[in-house]
């Protein structure tokens, strides 16, 4: 019994393969770096010095200056933190949002699930940037405007997936006897649903926060993300690219953090056994 356990797999027992293991750690990596750089090397990501232009690294500033002399290591930390709240953040109101009217509508049917689907359909014809950019010019925080953006782009795919699994399940014998037992939809919901939709909201989750930093990077990129001086990826992406000649290395960073950051959270997401 002893040697049938040892040859059996990590990854088997837990669930979790090597290739989603290797995204969590490269996560947690630019998560820590994001948290840790304010505390070992206290800057403040605004703060400008003729001095420092295009400065290589030093003990204040490890990952260099920019070209108005601000420190990359506390402009990048800063940026990550901001992408990676916002992402947080509305993947966690868009899974609530997208499952509960994926729950009601496959739990109701009818009228309530074609309403549903409708709307969905609705939110779907707008491109995700479209959208993103009509809530920022409603909303004045753009921060705010993000959140409230990326939350009407990502809810749609939780509760597609939400909605087609759990019409499958509510007519499964377990589901039915625990109805004719008496037990509420909150049981129902917990003991047969939940484990159900968890490993499959889990590749939608990273999928979406990885949708959500590329999205803010782009519109930055672009000029109509963040404004200056606010610390974001594509922000110093666009403000850098003049000075890659002089500077190579402040631009490659903002690059670089955004590729391990989306890589990290594609391998999360697709490292996923079926």
Do not use: C, K
Not at 17 to 36: C, D, E, N, P
Not at 130 to 159: D, K
Request: no cysteine.
């Amino acid at each position: 019994m002893s040697a049938i356990t040892t040859d059996i797999p990590v990854t088997a027992r837990s669930g979790w393969t090597r290739t989603q293991w290797a995204g969590t750690a490269i996560l947690m990596l630019i998560v820590a770096f994001a948290l840790l750089a304010p505390i070992l090397f206290p800057a403040d990501p605004l703060r400008q010095s003729l001095r420092n232009i295009l400065g290589g690294p030093d003990a204040a500033s490890p990952l260099g200056y920019d070209h108005l002399g601000r420190s990359l290591t506390a402009r990048l930390a800063a940026a990550l933190r901001l992408s990676l709240w916002i992402a947080a953040a509305a993947v966690v109101t868009s899974a609530v949002l997208g499952m509960a009217v994926g729950v009601l509508a496959a739990w109701r049917g009818g009228w309530v699930d074609r309403l549903a689907a409708l709307l969905a359909d609705s939110f779907l014809a707008l491109p995700g940037l479209l959208m993103v950019l009509i809530v920022s010019a409603i909303v004045p925080s753009t921060p705010l405007a993000f959140w409230i953006g990326l939350t009407l782009v990502l809810w749609i795919e939780y509760f597609r997936l939400t909605r087609a699994t759990v019409s499958r399940l509510i007519v499964a014998p377990g589901v039915q006897a625990s109805r004719l037992l008496g037990f509420g939809p909150v049981y129902i919901f917990r003991r047969h649903l939940w484990p159900e939709l968890a490993p499959m909201l889990l590749t939608v989750a990273a999928f979406g926060a990885a949708t959500a930093i590329m999205t803010i990077a782009a519109l930055g990129f672009v000029s109509v993300g963040m404004r200056p001086p606010t610390p974001e990826l594509g922000l110093m992406m666009v403000e850098m690219l003049p000075y890659y000649r002089e500077a190579p290395m402040a631009l490659l960073t903002p690059v670089l953090a955004t590729f391990l950051t989306l890589l990290g959270l594609n391998l999360i997401a697709g490292g996923r056994r079926a």
